[in-house]
């Protein structure tokens, strides 16, 4: 048996777009966020998928639950796969770092 492993990026927040490091740092996604999750189960719409797991930051978590709403997959949100911590830099511009 062949296990084959899946790995998407949460969808787009605010703080993305405008490129502020977010760290664990729980920022909502927004619109585009939320059209890029549901364009990610459209593009899995075919795709065997047998686990999910997203880290617990929200915007991991509706991604997921948006791109897989027409599945019977129960979505594990893990610690382990949290973002960094950028203390000081958390909130910050790219470009003023």
């Keep these: 048996m062949t296990t084959r492993l ?5 969808g787009e927040t605010a703080w993305n ?6 760290g664990q740092y729980d920022v909502q996604l927004n619109d585009t ?5 549901r364009w990610l ?3 899995l719409r075919d ?14 978590l509706e991604t997921g639950q948006i ?13 382990g796969l ?3 911590n ?3 830099w958390t909130g910050l511009e790219e470009h003023r770092v």
Excluded at 33 to 37: C, F, L, Y
Excluded at 47 to 60: C, E, G, K, Q, V
């Design 41 to 43: 189960g459209e593009a």
């Design 6 to 10: 899946l790995i998407a990026r949460h």
């Design 33 to 37: 966020g939320r059209a890029q999750a």
């Design 82 to 84: 949290s973002d960094i």
């Design 67 to 79: 791109a897989l709403q027409a599945r019977d997959i129960t979505i594990r949100a893990l610690e």
């Design 17 to 22: 777009r405008d490129r502020i490091f977010r």
């Design 47 to 60: 795709t065997p998928i047998d686990a999910a797991y997203t880290s617990p930051m929200s915007r991991a």
């Design 86 to 88: 950028f203390g000081d």
